[in-house]
């Protein structure tokens, strides 16, 4: 009996406390009335016969309390299995629906699993830039990043000024550096962190073989000097080696011993992933030079701070700035401005926040737009299907199943359409996620975007979210059809409801809002691209060799000529020549004194900046000669000084003169006279939009010293990287005495500073064409739905005399119509929101008219072509066939 | 009386209400009426303790129960059995006979050898 759900209720038995009373008295009076009868019957006399019969019973009331709870018990036990059943039942309906449509729910999986899956990714991004703080320290809230000045790198002075505050439990410091590691051929580039004795100790980290670095180990020469190795690196590169704890790893120019494996996943105070940890002391006169300790000039040291527990950041910070500025009085950058920040270690909620991380912001707001629009998808397709199931519905209600039945049925239908968008989600994540990775994340990164279980709930979740919302409005307008009306039409019925319209144009509104974006992100990327850079950095690869300390700059410079020659007689090498700095990277700048003026004016940007080039690098770097000449090979050794300036140092030591034929004395002014013999228009030094920077060139025959960070710029005929290995191996013959070179395209030290609106363009217009996809989707199926529901009046309408034209024109137009709308509304909207976005963008205006009359064009003819389709199906019914069909 | 007992006694009331039911539904009175008939008024039971048993039966998907009209012409609660109640009161019956059949044997055994 308990087999089929609501049986109970069929036959009328009773369900509910009140009720079983009822019946359970009921059933025992009529025992007792009849037992007494009965005892009537033979002769008792009537009180008598009711007393006998209550006496046979025995206790009533201790039994009427038995039989309730009997029966209660099986009645909740009932409703539990009814409930379960009619679940079961739903899911079962569902999944029916699914095999007997698979293409409807394909097309719901995808589309609900693109805009799941989009957000799922961004989510997942923005907690790891926002949220996450550097795995494995202890307490990492009271760990603090210490600015000096807003700059995050400071130096060990500075630094150790700080030990004094009474406001940390600990002060530390460390460097991010890149080293070199191996010897010979097999040399190659690690990612090590320099770090103060008490670095392990502050930030708590547990193990995972061998000890941290100690005091003690800062105090050994650099020889013999310890070393930590990340977990990731002992499993890589030294192959999970049991006995590493020993091992020597020769590392820059030392050797270190490894006497620990850190935790895996720890990457120090960083996002970053770091490969060993190396004693201050032992590496750092080699990174920094010797006067490391004592040097208030170089910025290289971050510095980290523990927070004593109760002490509060804004006590820690007014400590440490006043211990600064104590510290710094007397010297010439004493000033009042100079205060420390104490930041978070998450770099994105810190004073160093990247530009891409507003940037990311913004994406994850695009994707959730990405997403309403693919649940406004979801929600129209559900409401066609409800349309159509109309009369199936009707039958069913008449039937007698009842409302909160049909509502069931109809989300546990969403939820099973969830799960498909979510399992669809996901394999988009597991195809997607790569290429997400490389797009939006330093390649360096920790981070990564794999199936994690935090990944996978988030899916899950926004997917169920996603669904049952977009189920609801079906639900709704599918449990109160009109029963008679759907009963006697036949087939498809019902008018496109209003919410339907609302949703067409509320996914037309948002595409709008995708388009411009990614319209203003692409023209931002190419005026950004187009920044007249005073040079070509395309097709530019750049070399630069690391010399061992024993090399002279004497047989360095040899080298260096040396190189010129092996590297020019290779296939694809158009040009190439040697410089001491490289732009965007490093600068250098000397005394300079220019006879007539008493002083140098200084300007913002520092500098005059100079640069000791070969004859071939402004040719090499498409550099573009103003005035006079630029150096030739005869300007070498013993012939006269010269120099070439930039047009920005012509107008700051010359202004309105010739500079031309003038003397500089660089190096000071017991020097003597280099003639300037050129003007150059300036390249950018260090950043996309700099002002011009102030600098000069000198011939590298003339004047080079080791001070100079030398580097080959190689242009070539076809891509930079073809050309790296061929370099590599004909400079490693050339010497003995260069440990590593490194080659990279010049363009790759540009594209950080790209990469807010290379990642904007990128995202704005994948997710604009995705978005602009699932609504001509939409609109597809509603035109196609319109059409065959109203074939019938189509039909009328060309037996009267229609022309397929007109009904073309009437079908797309209808379509059209609420597009349209969706449009305005969007550039509307967009006018109103883009400012906001505007610090993001570069040379072009938020409001940009053509952006906008673009993304209006491309959504028309989205519309266009999704609409097309039905319309000539429309046209070409024919109204025999549809009149009769009735 | 201790609980092994009422368990046991509580399995016959059961077994004696499934056998009442075998010729077809019957309501808690015809049930109680058939039971004393049936044993020539030689088993006292408490009627009261018949219905805790119908009903837990009923919880147990043994019976299955409907409101009729009586032979006097009013409602009342038919109980019948299910398939589950059929194959209940066959196992029971064996069980209860072969358990007759030893506590029999052990007594007529000490009757023989006293």
């Known amino acids: ?886 | 009386m201790n609980a092994p007992d009422l368990e046991l006694l509580q399995g016959t009331l059961d077994v004696l209400v499934l056998k009442a039911l075998v010729f077809g539904p019957r309501h808690g009175y015809a049930v109680a009426r058939w039971i004393r008939q049936a044993a020539d008024e030689s088993l006292q039971i408490e009627e009261g303790a018949l219905y805790t048993a119908l009903h837990r039966m009923e919880k147990r998907g043994w019976l299955g129960a409907t409101w009729g009209l009586s032979e006097n012409n009013r409602r009342a609660k038919y109980y019948q059995l299910t398939a589950q109640g059929r194959k209940q009161l066959e196992q029971r019956t064996r069980l209860w006979t072969s358990y007759a059949e030893a506590v029999f044997k052990v007594l007529r055994a000490a009757e023989d050898s006293a």
């Open chain 1, 1 to 886: 009996m308990r087999d089929f759900p609501g049986v109970r209720r069929m036959f009328r038995l009773a369900t509910g406390r009140g009720a079983l009373r009822q019946a359970i008295d009921e059933e025992l009076a009529f025992h007792l009335e009849t037992t007494a009868e009965e005892l009537v019957a033979e002769g008792m006399n009537p009180t008598e016969a009711r007393a006998e019969a209550q006496r046979r019973f025995g206790n009533l009331g201790r039994r009427r309390a038995e039989l309730l709870a009997v029966d209660g018990a099986r009645d909740a036990r009932d409703r539990w299995s009814e409930r379960f059943a009619a679940l079961r039942q739903d899911i079962g309906f569902a999944l029916r629906g699914v095999r007997r449509n698979p293409g409807f729910a394909l097309l719901v999986a995808l589309t609900l699993g693109l805009g799941v899956g989009v957000n799922a990714a961004m989510l997942g991004i923005l907690n790891h830039l926002f949220f996450e703080p550097p795995a494995h320290i202890a307490d990492s809230e009271r760990v603090r990043k210490v600015y000096f000045v807003g700059a995050s790198s400071s130096n060990w002075s500075d630094i150790h000024d700080l030990v004094a505050a009474h406001s940390f439990s600990g002060i530390s410091a460390y460097a991010p550096v890149e080293l070199t590691y191996g010897t010979g051929e097999r040399t190659t580039k690690l990612h090590a962190q320099i770090v103060s004795p008490t670095f392990f100790s502050l930030l708590g980290a547990p193990m995972f073989s061998g000890r941290p670095l100690i005091p003690a180990d800062d105090s050994l020469p650099r020889t013999g000097s310890a070393a930590v190795v990340s977990y990731g690196f002992w499993r890589r590169q030294l192959g999970g080696d049991p006995h590493v704890l020993g091992r020597v790893l020769d590392i820059g120019e030392g050797h270190y011993t490894v006497i620990g494996v850190a935790t895996e996943g720890f990457t120090g105070a960083e996002q970053n992933a770091a490969d060993v940890w190396l004693p201050l002391r032992g590496a750092a006169a080699e990174v920094e030079g010797g006067d490391w300790e004592h040097s208030r000039g170089y910025y290289w040291l971050v510095g980290l701070a523990r927070l004593k527990p109760g002490v509060t950041t804004e006590t820690g910070e007014s400590e440490a700035t006043r211990l600064h500025r104590r510290a710094r009085e007397g010297t010439k950058d004493d000033d009042h401005v100079r205060h420390v920040t104490l930041a978070s270690l998450i770099e994105a909620r810190g004073p160093g926040r990247p530009r891409e991380a507003t940037v990311y912001v913004w994406v994850a707001g695009v994707s959730l737009i990405v997403l309403i629009i693919a649940g406004a998808n979801v929600a129209n397709l559900l409401l066609l299907r409800a349309m159509r199931r109309r009369r199936e519905t009707a039958v069913r209600l008449a039937l007698g199943i009842s409302r909160a039945r049909l509502v069931g049925h109809l989300l546990a239908e969403s939820v099973v359409l969830a799960l498909l968008g979510a399992a669809g989600a996901l394999v988009l994540g597991a195809v997607g996620g790569q290429f997400f990775h490389r797009l939006m994340l330093d390649g360096n990164s920790t981070f990564t975007l794999g199936l994690d279980r935090t990944t996978i709930v988030l899916t899950i979740t926004l997917a169920l979210v996603a669904g049952i919302a977009a189920g609801l409005a079906p639900a709704a307008l599918e449990s109160r059809p009109d029963l008679t009306r759907s009963l006697r039409s036949s087939g498809a019925s019902g008018r496109r409801s209003a919410l339907q319209s609302a949703l067409l144009i509320l996914q037309a509104t948002l595409s709008v809002i995708l388009l411009v974006g990614a319209g203003l992100f692409v023209q931002s990327l190419r005026a950004v691209r187009g920044l007249d850079l005073g040079m070509s950095t395309s097709n530019v690869l750049l070399v630069q060799p690391e010399f061992a300390s024993t090399m002279t700059p004497a047989r360095q410079s040899l080298f260096l000529d040396d190189g010129i020659e092996r590297i020019r007689h290779l296939a694809g090498v158009q040009d190439v020549a040697v410089s001491g700095s490289i732009p965007f990277w490093s600068s250098y700048a000397i005394d300079l004194s220019v006879p007539g003026l008493d002083s140098i004016p200084s300007p913002k940007d520092g500098g005059p900046y100079v640069n000791a080039v070969t004859p071939a690098f402004l040719s090499t770097m498409g550099m573009t000669l103003a005035r006079g000449r630029w150096f030739r090979e005869q300007d070498g050794r013993g012939a006269p000084a010269v120099t070439v300036i930039g047009e920005a140092m012509a107008a700051l030591l010359w202004p309105g003169q010739n500079a031309l034929g003038k003397c500089m004395k660089i190096g000071g002014d017991t020097m003597p006279c280099s003639e300037v013999i050129g003007i150059v228009r300036d390249p950018r030094r260090q950043n996309l939009f700099e002002e011009r920077t102030v600098q000069y060139y000198v011939p590298k025959a003339q004047r080079w010293n080791d001070d100079y960070q030398a580097a080959f710029f190689v242009r070539t005929t076809g891509r930079p990287e073809t050309l790296a290995a061929p370099v590599q191996r004909a400079l490693h013959v050339a010497s003995a005495e260069v440990r590593y070179i490194e080659t990279r395209p010049l363009q790759d030290l540009i594209e950080p500073q790209l990469r807010a609106w290379s990642l904007g363009a990128t995202l704005f217009t994948l997710f604009g064409g995705l978005a602009l996809l699932v609504a001509a989707v939409g609109l597809y199926s509603i035109m196609s739905f319109e059409v065959t529901r109203r074939s019938r009046e189509l039909g009328i309408r060309s037996a009267l005399g229609a022309s397929a034209r007109t009904i073309l024109a009437l079908v797309l137009g209808d379509g059209l119509r609420l597009v349209s709308l969706g449009i305005i509304l969007g550039v509307a909207l967009t006018l109103l929101v883009a400012p906001a976005g505007a610090t993001l963008l570069y040379g072009v205006s938020p409001r940009e008219p053509m952006v906008y009359v673009l993304a209006a064009g491309v959504l028309l003819v989205a519309a266009l072509v999704a609409g097309i389709f039905p319309a000539v199906r429309a046209s070409r019914v024919d109204p025999n066939q549809t009149l009769r069909a009735e």
